[in-house]
């Protein structure tokens, strides 16, 4: 069984950081993708940041470019999103997700930026 723990949440004032993490079991990391969404309040969840299955190429959200980097542990099969010069734009509930010919997602994990 797919399983994710996600941890790193909390309040930051703007221009903070934080570093997100999702630690993964049940499946083989390594041949998958990896990737964080996110979701405010009264919005729909939008994709931040992928990574591939070696951490050789990542993809982010336009919104996050310069700000944000995602990475991964293979061997601790644990993927990361740090989140830094944080806006209160920034402020949603984060997602790790997994798709292996279905979807599979963390439980989120709350992030408020504000001052």
């Known amino acids: 069984q797919v399983q994710f723990v996600e941890s790193g949440g909390g309040l930051v004032q703007p221009g903070g950081s934080l570093r997100l993490s999702c630690a993964a079991s049940?499946?083989?990391?390594?041949?998958?993708?990896m990737k964080w969404y996110r979701q405010a309040p009264g919005k729909e969840r939008e994709l931040v940041a992928g990574v591939t299955s070696d951490g050789g190429r990542k993809t982010y959200a336009e919104s996050v470019k310069g700000r944000f980097a995602i990475s991964r542990d293979n061997r601790r099969k644990t993927v990361y999103l740090q989140m830094n010069n944080l806006k209160p734009e920034d402020t949603a509930v984060y997602y790790c997700?997994?798709?292996?010919?279905?979807?599979?997602w963390g439980q989120g994990t709350q992030v408020t930026v504000s001052s």
């Open positions: 997700y997994l798709n292996a010919d279905h979807d599979y």
């Open positions: 049940g499946f083989t990391f390594h041949y998958y993708v």
